[in-house]
């Protein structure tokens, strides 16, 4: 891969953004690259949690600008033209809300600018911890265009709408300390090492629970983010009737009693049916 880097290790998959030269801009190859890596570790089903970080000063810049120069042809002189807009900007959508709805948590660990798309990126994932000089930025009106890639779309649903719309109108950058303050941000730390220490240790006490039971939470979480209580509840039955396991709480309970780890089965790796 040419923008990331992913290792593997006790059941945790790190993945790690790695063009700090070019501030980790996501061009054609990122999301190429990013689709194809959440694919595999959505159906390979070995990692449990997967932590996000990045390298450089910058978490990301956000979209790359030469992507509008001609990566990306966005032709607005016709109806077809911009009615193809709709099915690219789809595809884009689609990549990050794979981090939405992959079977494992999501940890990500920012440092420096987390900017435009970068924003759309971390608010698809579970939990953010941040450095002191981290700092948000919805960068789009800044450039002249409305914020595209789920941002708008969830940003409201993790803190104040009014803070939203201040970010979103302006332009202007919200920093980790206040982001904090809104529930943004799980912590903050203050180095970078120190924030990807946290992350793995979140990843690290997640992957020692029942895969299936963390799957399990992450459906009902999301589920009921966006539907009445009277709905989530009956959903809450149904999936808990799905996944539920005798043998799994007995483990849980006797690992809790000796000290010591639980012994889990991990999640079915996924095939397409035509792969079958």
Not at 177 to 203: I, R
Not at 248 to 275: D, I, Q, S, Y
Request: proline share 3%.
């Amino acid at each position: 891969m040419h923008c990331f880097t992913l290792a593997q290790d006790q059941h945790i998959a790190h993945l790690v953004l790695s063009r700090p030269e070019a501030l980790n801009t996501m061009g054609p190859v990122f999301w190429r690259e990013l689709d194809e890596v959440l694919t595999q570790i959505h159906k390979a089903g070995t990692a449990r949690a997967l932590v996000i970080s990045s390298t450089g000063k910058h978490f990301s810049a956000g979209m790359s600008l030469d992507t509008f120069g001609g990566a990306i042809t966005m032709d607005d002189h016709s109806p077809e033209g911009r009615a193809a807009m709709f099915d690219a900007l789809s595809e884009l959508q689609a990549t990050f809300t794979k981090l939405e709805t992959l079977r494992i948590p999501v940890i990500v660990a920012l440092q420096g600018g987390c900017i435009g798309g970068a924003v759309d990126m971390v608010t698809a994932c579970c939990i953010r911890y941040a450095t002191a000089d981290t700092f948000f930025c919805i960068q789009e009106i800044n450039i002249g265009m409305v914020a595209d890639v789920g941002t708008l779309q969830r940003l409201p649903k993790l803190i104040p709408l009014a803070v939203v719309k201040e970010l979103a109108y302006t332009g202007r950058r919200l920093s980790a300390q206040k982001a904090l303050g809104y529930g943004l941000v799980n912590e903050v730390f203050d180095t970078a090492e120190a924030c990807l220490a946290a992350a793995m240790q979140c990843a690290k006490e997640i992957a020692a629970k029942p895969p299936v039971a963390i799957w399990g939470t992450k459906q009902v979480i999301h589920y009921t983010r966006d539907h009445s209580t009277e709905d989530s509840l009956k959903q809450m039955g149904w999936v808990q009737g799905a996944i539920w396991s005798n043998a799994h709480v007995r483990e849980a309970v006797t690992a809790m009693k000796e000290k010591r780890v639980g012994n889990f089965p991990g999640l079915t790796e996924l095939k397409a049916f035509g792969e079958a």
